[in-house]
T-cell receptor, first 115, second 113 residues
Framework: GAVVSQHPSRVICKSGTSVKIECRSLDFQATTMFWYRQFPKQSLMLMATSNEGSKATYEQGVEKDKFLINHASLTLSTLTVTSAHPEDSSFYIC???????????FGSGTRLTVV | DAKTTQPTSMDCAEGRAANLPCNHSTISGNEYVYWYRQIHSQGPQYIIHGLKNNETNEMASLIITEDRKSSTLILPHATLRDTAVYYCIVRVGSSQGAQKLVFGQGTRLTINP
């Protein structure tokens, strides 16, 4: 089946630095990917929709200058958390739309800890 | 997309059938019912989806009421590995392309030995 690889699985960074998270579709082309954030004991919250070759669409309340999304190819989308602060510590999850099989496949998530 | 309501938590004995209900009374005619689950600290996993007919696959069965206002996900022989948060999501059909999935709070299912 469709596989989405998300990297890194876990990252610790210092406050004020930037962190990049990668999301790759391994065996299919994903024109659309989604980025979610999940705080402990809460549900997934959609942050943005990423379309290959165009600007991402951000959900209300999500700062586009802080969470930079790049979807430069049909198999790779990246989320960069800029000037990270402790409150950005969370579990970030990507999802890719497989148009050939009409389904969504999720990455395994990235646990970001900002110290 | 229509809103869904699920119980916050449920328990089930190992080896028994786990029946997870979902209410989606405002569902539209072109909206499907999707079920995903999330095991702790992992990405969500697709389980099953349906429009109006009951569906079955190797993981589960989906029973949708005739008026489509509610559905039940059935795990026929629950195992400890089925302990997870189960999300019921309603959205338009996949033939209309990528549509964002909006997650509610889900049901935390605990399978007890």
């Amino acid at each position: 089946g469709a596989v989405v690889s998300q990297h890194p699985s876990r990252v610790i960074c210092k406050s004020g630095t930037s962190v990049k998270i990668e999301c790759r579709s391994l065996d299919f082309q994903a024109t659309t990917m989604f980025w979610y954030r999940q705080f402990p004991k809460q549900s997934l919250m959609l942050m943005a929709t990423s379309n290959e070759g165009s600007k991402a669409t951000y959900e209300q309340g999500v700062e586009k200058d802080k969470f930079l999304i790049n979807h430069a190819s049909l198999t790779l989308s990246t989320l960069t958390v800029t000037s990270a602060h402790p409150e950005d510590s969370s579990f970030y999850i990507c999802s890719a739309w497989d148009s050939a099989n009409y389904g969504y496949t999720f990455g395994s998530g990235t646990r970001l800890t900002v110290v | 997309d229509a809103k869904t309501t699920q119980p916050t938590s449920m328990d089930c004995a190992e080896g028994r059938a786990a029946n997870l209900p979902c209410n989606h009374s405002t569902i539209s005619g072109n909206e499907y019912v999707y079920w995903y689950r999330q095991i702790h600290s992992q990405g969500p996993q697709y389980i099953i989806h349906g429009l109006k007919n009951n569906e079955t696959n190797e993981m589960a069965s989906l029973i949708i009421t005739e008026d489509r206002k509610s559905s039940t996900l059935i795990l026929p022989h629950a195992t400890l590995r089925d302990t997870a948060v189960y999300y019921c999501i309603v959205r338009v059909g996949s033939s209309q392309g990528a549509q964002k999935l909006v997650f509610g709070q889900g049901t935390r299912l605990t399978i007890n030995p």
